[in-house]
């Protein structure tokens, strides 16, 4: 007679907005069949802790009706967390940190919704919260790979994945120039200090995404904690004539807008405006406060009083930028440079901001950089490569430059289940070329970075149309290739929903500007991780 087992919990984080919860609602009750129909394929059940709503859709939605749910789990059944959508950490952080049995997370492979993104998400939260569990992932639930390790969990609660694509860093292997550079600017940084311009802590439930302060002061990096009410009232005080400057660069540029009149669900020049506005707006509060890099939140109460900040964002990546002056008009403002700034206030992106901008004016390398969602990927099916080619792609924070100037941008109305009051997007594809991809982050109460090598490719317009019609379409993409990590292994180790790209000249200039990071980010205290290989193959270990 077959052994009886616990059913096994189960619970579906969601999103806080009610349309993205409802748009993406088949998509969760798809997976939660597929992933039911294998759990009982080895002779175990499954409970739903929570039920359908009447609003349409079966997702916690807030932090309050989390906590609600999770008094009714058995505190030690084995528990997944099963994820076809973006979700919000929070909302199930606060009952998976006081649940005693075994964790699972589960995402499956799709780009239609950000499911992955939203597992990454909670992994990274749960790692930094120093709560342990596992973690799989599947297109449809019956490959082996997916099975083997479920069975695993169900029978023992741990699964676990080959990381040997890691290595940490020995810093006798760092080479010479690039450990004297790393360290000379990681002085400096202790020295003269830094500022980051944080715009209200802790976008869409991001747990991993906020560094304590007592992991940032040692860096010589402090927080300037802004109100995003404070940038609504320094809009109000950009004027029409400057808003309209703005917008009157970017189309002198060649930066196309894909315009309607139904302010619902298209793109007008009143949304364009306003983010002119916020634009400039940003650009004056970081010189106020002197922030070296800043972090809008953008999703959490501005959505409901403002146009998308993504165009704004994208805008501070670029070198290439509308021209500001302060208000009384004497003084341009961070003439010829960037003000980098870091998607969803993903603080951990911003440290790395930071050390990259530096590195790479030092180098006389291409300075410009920023996150993208670690979205989704799979295999070319153009025949262009035989590579594994990811899906980085994110809501339109990218730099012009990553994307081949302002003339090959495109700017599209955002989703409106996302972002109900519109906006443009700063939407192209990526130019092919050497990249430098990396993620700060928290565990074990310590600041950590992994660093790898890649590059971004070009793919037939046949392909790339595919693969944004596969995610967001609206939104910019770069077809990554990792050097060395296979899908299994990034997906294992990763330790957040984003991941930073910069770009280099080329391989030898991408490997030096490696290495100094490593060097910098060491010289500060960080943990450093090399991940993969460099592009022809060969270890980090041999340098």
Same mark, same amino acid.
């Given at each position: 007679?077959?052994?009886?087992h616990?059913?096994?919990?189960l *619970?579906?984080?969601?999103?806080?907005?009610?349309?993205? $919860?409802?748009?993406?609602?088949?998509?969760?009750?798809?997976?939660?069949?597929?992933?039911?129909?294998?759990?009982?394929?080895?002779?175990?059940?499954?409970?739903?802790?929570?039920?359908?709503?009447?609003e %349409?859709?079966?997702?916690?939605?807030?932090?309050?009706?989390?906590?609600e749910?999770?008094?009714?789990?058995?505190k030690?059944?084995p528990?997944?967390v099963?994820?076809?959508?973006?979700?919000?950490?929070?909302?199930?952080?606060?009952?998976?940190?006081?649940?005693?049995?075994?964790?699972?997370?589960?995402a499956?492979?799709? %780009?239609?919704?950000?499911g992955?993104?939203?597992?990454?998400?909670?992994?990274g939260?749960?790692?930094?919260a120093?709560?342990?569990?596992?973690?799989?992932?599947?297109?449809?639930?019956?490959?082996?790979?997916?099975?083997?390790?479920?069975?695993?969990w169900?029978?023992?609660?741990?699964?676990?994945?080959?990381?040997?694509?890691?290595?940490?860093?020995?810093?006798?292997?760092i080479?010479?120039?690039a450990?004297?550079?790393?360290?000379?600017?990681?002085?400096?940084l &202790?020295?003269?200090?830094?500022?980051?311009?944080?715009?209200?802590?802790?976008?869409?439930?991001?747990f991993?995404?906020?560094?304590?302060?007592?992991?940032?002061?040692?860096?010589?990096?402090?927080?300037?904690?802004?109100?995003?009410s404070?940038l609504?009232?320094?809009?109000?005080t950009?004027?029409d004539a400057?808003?309209?400057?703005v917008?009157?660069?970017?189309?002198?540029?060649?930066?196309?807008?894909h315009? +309607?009149?139904?302010?619902?669900?298209?793109?007008?020049?009143?949304?364009?405006?306003?983010?002119?506005?916020?634009?400039?707006?940003?650009?004056?509060?970081?010189?106020?406060?002197?922030?070296?890099t800043?972090?809008?939140?953008?999703?959490? +109460?501005?959505?409901?009083?403002?146009?998308?900040?993504?165009?704004v964002e994208g805008?501070?990546?670029s070198?290439?930028?509308?021209?500001v002056?302060?208000?009384?008009?004497a003084?341009?403002?961070? #003439? %010829?440079?960037?003000? #980098?700034h870091? $998607?969803?206030?993903?603080?951990?992106?911003?440290?790395?901001?930071? &050390?990259?901008?530096r590195?790479?004016?030092?180098?006389?390398?291409? *300075?410009?950089?920023t996150?993208?969602?670690?979205?989704?990927?799979c295999?070319?099916?153009?025949?262009?490569?035989?590579?594994?080619?990811?899906?980085?792609?994110?809501?339109?924070?990218?730099?012009?430059?990553h994307?081949? +100037?302002?003339?090959?941008c495109?700017?599209?109305?955002?989703?409106?289940?996302?972002?109900?009051?519109?906006?443009?997007t700063?939407?192209? *594809?990526?130019?092919? %070329?050497?990249?430098?991809?990396?993620?700060?982050?928290?565990?074990?109460?310590?600041?950590h970075?992994?660093?790898?090598?890649g590059?971004?490719i070009?793919?037939?317009?046949?392909?790339?149309?595919?693969?944004?019609?596969?995610?967001?379409?609206?939104?910019?993409?770069?077809?990554?290739?990792?050097?060395?990590v296979?899908?299994?292994q990034?997906?294992?180790?990763?330790?957040?929903?984003?991941?930073?790209?910069?770009?280099?000249?080329?391989?030898?200039?991408?490997?030096?500007?490696?290495?100094?990071r490593?060097?910098?980010?060491n010289?500060? +205290?960080?943990? *450093? $991780?090399?991940?993969?290989?460099?592009?022809?193959?060969?270890?980090w270990?041999?340098?």
């Open positions: 007679m077959p052994r009886e616990s059913p096994v919990q *619970v579906a984080s969601g999103d806080s907005r009610l349309s993205a $919860n409802q748009m993406c609602w088949p998509a969760q009750a798809a997976l939660e069949s597929a992933l039911t129909a294998a759990v009982e394929k080895l002779s175990y059940t499954i409970h739903r802790a929570h039920e359908v709503t009447d %349409g859709h079966g997702f916690i939605d807030s932090q309050k009706r989390g906590i749910i999770f008094r009714s789990i058995p030690d059944a528990l997944i099963a994820e076809a959508v973006w979700q919000y950490s929070h909302h199930v952080l606060a009952g998976l940190l006081s649940h005693q049995g075994p964790i699972l997370t589960v499956n492979w799709s %780009g239609q919704w950000p992955l993104v939203g597992m990454l998400n909670l992994n939260s749960l790692t930094k120093g709560k342990p569990y596992s973690t799989l992932w599947s297109e449809d639930f019956t490959d082996d790979y997916f099975l083997d390790k479920l069975k695993t169900l029978e023992s609660g741990i699964c676990e994945h080959a990381a040997d694509h890691v290595t940490p860093l020995n810093a006798k292997s080479p010479a120039s450990a004297n550079l790393g360290q000379r600017l990681a002085d400096e &202790l020295q003269q200090k830094a500022i980051m311009g944080v715009f209200d802590e802790g976008c869409m439930g991001m991993n995404a906020i560094i304590p302060d007592h992991l940032l002061h040692p860096l010589g990096v402090f927080k300037e904690r802004l109100s995003q404070a609504v009232a320094e809009m109000r950009v004027t400057e808003a309209a400057a917008l009157a660069w970017y189309q002198q540029q060649g930066m196309q807008f315009l +309607g009149t139904d302010e619902a669900t298209e793109l007008t020049e009143a949304q364009i405006l306003d983010q002119c506005r916020m634009y400039i707006a940003a650009v004056r509060l970081a010189d106020h406060f002197g922030c070296e800043i972090g809008i939140q953008y999703q959490q +109460g501005l959505k409901e009083m403002t146009p998308a900040s993504d165009l805008t501070l990546n070198t290439s930028r509308p021209p002056r302060d208000r009384s008009g003084r341009e403002l961070f #003439p %010829g440079r960037s003000v #980098p870091f $998607n969803e206030v993903d603080e951990c992106a911003g440290l790395d901001a930071i &050390l990259i901008q590195i790479h004016r030092a180098l006389n390398q291409p *300075v410009e950089t996150l993208h969602d670690l979205r989704w990927g295999f070319d099916q153009s025949g262009t490569t035989v590579e594994y080619v990811w899906v980085f792609e994110i809501s339109g924070s990218a730099p012009a430059e994307l081949g +100037g302002w003339n090959a495109h700017g599209y109305r955002q989703p409106p289940m996302y972002f109900p009051k519109g906006g443009s700063l939407a192209g *594809v990526s130019k092919p %070329g050497e990249i430098v991809w990396s993620r700060i982050y928290v565990a074990d109460n310590a600041l970075i992994d660093l790898g090598r590059k971004a070009e793919l037939p317009e046949a392909e790339t149309q595919r693969r944004l019609d596969s995610t967001t379409p609206v939104w910019p993409i770069m077809h990554g290739v990792t050097y060395g296979t899908r299994d990034m997906m294992a180790k990763h330790q957040a929903n984003h991941v930073q790209v910069v770009y280099a000249e080329n391989a030898a200039a991408a490997d030096e500007a490696l290495w100094t490593a060097s910098m980010a010289a500060l +205290g960080l943990k *450093v $991780n090399l991940c993969g290989t460099k592009k022809d193959g060969s270890s270990e041999g340098n």
